[in-house]
């Protein structure tokens, strides 16, 4: 049963106070630099392209470095697992020279609980917490089970120690992580955060969806509720605006704030990251639970979240003096890793012997033609007096318009494009409460001492 004290610091008593305050507790000029989807599949540190240069120097410069990983790293000639049926939408897959690529690049910490984490099996996400490990990159959001995966996984900097605690609220049923029970072993997988979907409608809508379901035969009871019918396997319910509710699993809330308490008491600064593709891709607003429940964590200790997964922008709010990020979009759209897996070759209608690797995913990435999905921000964060002084926004763009094999390798824009991202950024933040200045092609956020 969930304590309903579990997400409230204030109400644990002073044995919290002793074992560790949820305050920020990093050195003067401590910087973190964040960014959202990182699909890559090849090292490009090489590229001479003078955009990417200035890009992984800002990555460079910052403490710690955040990305969500949404790939997984082997060599197909001597891997020996398989591709699942149950994929993220794309086998995303990368050469094993990426994990000394990132780490060149400047990225030290990285999200791994998403849609993708188990598109190649154990044995993907197994070879893929090896390069990582070997490559110095700290990593969490996986593991060999629940408690494994949902652990905060920590990086020493010269100005704190860091905490990362990464969560997904998308992701295949069957990559989900489990804890030991009785004689039934753990589980490997991701850390979830289950979602119960309901579709919110008018009370005349709702009559009609009644009707439907009142003359389809069913094996299944269905409770007699004024508000709420249940229709095929989808709950309707009556509200005040058309849309999409989501209510969060209590388990698995709980669950994730005793991780954040436990990460910020062994840690300076605590990083809480969530991949979630809801209510959909089409959406530039968060679901209606993310925002109490990116409050909760911070209220537990996360001196920061970091939303991603949707492959645009939303909006940025600042609570009690921590960032919130509720997507930072993609990074990087680099989708050359092969080979792609039988279903997606049929789920697009596509056939092996006839059409490529890359005609599969030209015919999977149709739906992402619009500009947003191809523009995004590099948020630098910095704090002075263990406060956020600063947050400084630098426009990107990937390449929307390059050939497939050259696409999808971020570059710092200016002038007129570099002000209508941070135009859109401005929009989408506007209903949190936050102003973004524009100086010199770079949105910039500064509070003062006082800054609620």
């Not at 470095?65 to 993220?88: K, M, W």
């Not at 791994?112 to 893929?128: I, K, Y």
């Not at 709010?317 to 960032?323: A, D, H, N």
């Not at 497939?404 to 409460?433: E, W």
Request: glycine share 10%.
């Amino acid at each position: 049963m969930e304590n309903e004290n579990d997400g409230d610091p204030a109400q644990q008593g002073a044995g919290y106070d002793i074992v560790g305050s949820i305050a920020t507790n990093v050195e003067d000029g401590f910087t973190m630099a964040a960014v959202g989807d990182l699909i890559v599949s090849r090292a490009v540190t090489k590229s001479q392209d003078s955009g990417f240069g200035a890009v992984v120097k800002v990555l460079r410069d910052a403490d710690v470095t955040f990305g969500n990983l949404e790939v997984n790293i082997f060599d197909i000639r001597s891997f020996n697992g398989s591709p699942q049926a149950e994929y993220g939408g794309a086998y995303h897959l990368s050469l094993p020279e990426v994990g000394p690529d990132l780490k060149a690049m400047g990225f030290n910490i990285v999200g791994r609980a998403n849609n993708h984490s188990l598109d190649w099996g154990v044995e993907g996400m197994r070879e893929t917490s090896r390069v990582l490990d070997q490559n110095g990159i700290i990593h969490a959001g996986v593991g060999e089970n629940l408690a494994q995966a949902g652990a905060a996984r920590f990086f020493e900097t010269a100005r704190g120690r860091v905490a990362l605690l990464s969560c997904a609220s998308t992701f295949k049923p069957m990559a989900r992580a489990g804890d030991p029970a009785g004689e039934a072993p753990g589980r490997p997988g991701l850390n979830a955060l289950r979602l119960t979907q309901s579709i919110v409608v008018s009370p005349e809508m709702l009559e009609n969806v009644r009707l439907i379901s009142s003359v389809l035969p069913t094996d299944i009871p269905v409770p007699k509720d004024p508000n709420k019918v249940a229709l095929a396997g989808t709950a309707y319910k009556v509200g005040d605006k058309v849309g999409y509710n989501f209510e969060p699993d209590a388990r698995d809330i709980a669950d994730i704030l005793r991780n954040v308490r436990r990460g910020k008491q062994f840690s300076d600064f605590c990083i809480v990251t969530n991949h979630g593709h809801e209510p959909g891709n089409w959406s530039q607003e968060p679901p209606d639970y993310e925002q109490s429940f990116a409050h909760r964590l911070i209220d537990a200790g996360a001196d920061a979240y970091i939303g991603h997964g949707p492959h645009q922008l939303r909006g940025i709010e600042i609570y009690k003096g921590r960032p919130i990020f509720y997507s930072l979009g993609n990074f990087f759209q680099d989708d050359l890793g092969t080979p792609s897996g039988a279903e997606m070759f049929d789920d697009y209608a596509k056939d092996p012997r006839v059409d490529t690797d890359a005609e599969v995913k030209v015919a999977e990435m149709a739906g992402y033609s619009d500009p947003v999905f191809w523009e995004s921000v590099i948020a630098v964060s910095r704090f002075e007096q263990s406060q956020l002084a600063e947050l400084r926004l630098y426009p990107i763009e990937l390449g929307r318009l390059r050939r497939f094999a050259n696409r999808g390798i971020p570059g710092l824009v200016a002038t007129q494009q570099a002000r209508a991202i941070l135009d859109r950024l401005q929009t989408l933040s506007k209903p949190f409460g936050t102003q973004i200045a524009i100086e010199n092609d770079v949105g910039v956020i500064r509070l003062g001492p006082t800054s609620p």
